[in-house]
């Protein structure tokens, strides 16, 4: 009976929840003994964890059998954990769970119906956030907005790293192994029929998140470059109007010269016009030397072709 049950993998990424972990153990076993119909395996991702986390993980999986433990040697970041996830994961399908319980696990039941209709990829997407910040929330659904209109895909608005992924999807996102990842995005970039369902987020269980304001906008950057040439077409049209501009300018002073009686109350003069456009030249040419070395960058990163994460300790596999 055993053999034909469908195998749902869970992927827990993990970094100082000891607060949560108990919690999370009690509504993980609770789901998996409400849909008794699926063989369930948990699979927590600790990405160096430096509190009680290790230690508790450790003595929930001496009582559960079916769940499984990775810790890496050094904090790899929360992308390239879940890398590791999804080259481990036997399931048939598989699901990312924040240990922070924002995104309740209950909804599992849901995206496994919407799953056994035939999509190959269910994800949340957000009604309402209920983040502890204003700031962090208005950027987020900013952020959205813009890598969907500029980007090179057509992710959903909103949409979040809560969804459930078929073993087919799975397979073709292991063959990607850029180091700059943006999990959602390659996800979607893979294809395959996907279908969404809205739901609200929960405020953290306990503890304080390790997204602050700067990893969210480096998160947002990278997710930005990765899928999208705008910036670097940006500074194309931009370089291209300011020639045009100083065409214009130029023709413009030029006539001035030939039909004005008084030059020296005509023609703009002075150090104030001189530093104004030497400054504006300087900050443009550094945006613009910035923007070509982030793309730079990723491809020196990937050069490389270094391991996207290195595994310290595995049980129960």
Known sequence: ??????????????????ENLPELERRLKALAFNLDKYDFEIIILDNCSTD???LIIKDIIS????????????????????????????????VVVQADLQDPPELIEKMLGLWEEGNDVVYGVLLNRNDYSIL???GAKL????????????????????RLVDRKVIDAVKLLREPDRYLRGLVH????????????????????????LFYCVKYAVNAFISFSEFPLRFMIYLGVTLITICI?????????????????????????????LSILTIGLNAVFFGVIGEY?????????????????EKINF
């Open 248 to 276: 214009f300018a130029s023709i413009y002073f030029i006539w001035l010269y030939f039909n004005q009686d008084s030059l020296i109350d005509k023609l703009p003069t002075g150090l104030t016009l001189l530093t104004l």
């Open 1 to 18: 009976m055993k053999m034909h049950m469908k195998k749902i993998s869970l992927l827990v990424p993990v970094l100082n929840e000891e």
């Open 136 to 138: 962090k929330t208005i």
């Open 63 to 94: 009582r559960s059998k079916n769940w499984k433990y990775v810790r890496y040697s050094k904090n790899f970041g929360y992308h390239n954990s879940l890398a590791c996830g999804y080259d481990l994961a036997s399931g048939d399908a598989l």
């Open 189 to 212: 970039w893979v294809g395959f029929r996907s279908t969404g369902f809205y739901y609200n987020r929960d405020s953290r269980l306990k503890g304080v998140s390790a997204g602050n």
């Open 52 to 54: 009680s986390s290790p």
């Open 296 to 312: 730079v960058g990723r491809i020196y990163n990937q050069g490389k072709k270094r391991p996207l994460y290195i595994i310290d």
């Open 143 to 162: 952020f959205y907005r813009i890598i969907y209109f500029a980007g090179n895909l057509k992710m959903p608005v909103n949409a979040t790293d809560f």
